[in-house]
């Protein structure tokens, strides 16, 4: 809950079964109340997003968990889509991601990710992240509302 005490709508893109489910799982047990929106590929997101085809009546997220490493387009084609709209510039995006490369990091941050995460890959930390990230963008952050 933000500090308007109202869940959020977060948008997870992520191509990876095992990743959605630990998100999934981190949201349950941290019995966090916002709304978990996945979506596969880039071309999805951008669906979400722009509120395409069978997205049409898909929520405005508040929060976006990307993932760099997605078929059709990938991760950083998205976050350049999302900053140079002016629609959607406004939501923070969270890169999470298994990439520990500093040109994947500067690049993300160049193209205005609010934060760059490493996945990490023991279960218990994984899902500790995801908390984290939750707890920071719900609870502490204040988050533009339209």
Same mark, same amino acid.
């Given at each position: 809950?933000?500090?308007?005490?109202?869940?959020?709508? #977060?948008? !997870?893109?992520?191509? &990876?079964? $095992?990743?959605?489910?630990?998100?999934?799982?981190?949201?349950?047990?941290?019995?966090?109340?916002?709304?978990? %929106?996945?979506?596969?590929? $880039?071309?999805?997101?951008? &669906?979400? +997003?722009?509120?395409?085809?069978? %997205?049409? &009546?898909?929520?405005?997220? &508040?929060?976006? !968990?990307?993932? +760099?490493?997605?078929?059709?387009?990938?991760?950083?084609?998205?976050?350049?889509?999302?900053?140079?709209? *002016?629609?959607? *510039? %406004?939501?923070?995006?969270?890169? +999470?991601?298994?990439?520990?490369?500093?040109?994947?990091? !500067?690049?993300?941050?160049?193209? %205005?990710?609010?934060?760059?995460? *490493?996945?990490? #890959?023991?279960?218990?930390? @994984?899902?500790?992240?995801?908390?984290?990230?939750?707890? @920071? @963008?719900? *609870?502490?952050?204040?988050?533009?509302?339209?």
């Amino acid at each position: 809950m933000n500090a308007a005490s109202q869940p959020i709508e #977060v948008l !997870l893109v992520e191509d &990876d079964p $095992g990743d959605e489910l630990m998100t999934r799982e981190a949201f349950e047990d941290n019995k966090i109340g916002n709304t978990l %929106h996945v979506v596969r590929d $880039g071309q999805e997101a951008l &669906d979400f +997003l722009y509120r395409r085809g069978e %997205h049409g &009546d898909a929520p405005r997220p &508040d929060l976006i !968990l990307l993932d +760099l490493n997605l078929p059709k387009y990938d991760g950083r084609q998205v976050l350049e889509r999302i900053k140079a709209d *002016t629609d959607l *510039t %406004h939501i923070p995006v969270v890169v +999470l991601t298994t990439s520990s490369a500093e040109e994947d990091i !500067l690049r993300s941050y160049r193209l %205005h990710a609010s934060a760059y995460v *490493t996945k990490p #890959v023991d279960l218990e930390q @994984f899902i500790a992240a995801i908390r984290k990230i939750d707890d @920071f @963008f719900v *609870t502490v952050v204040r988050l533009p509302r339209p």
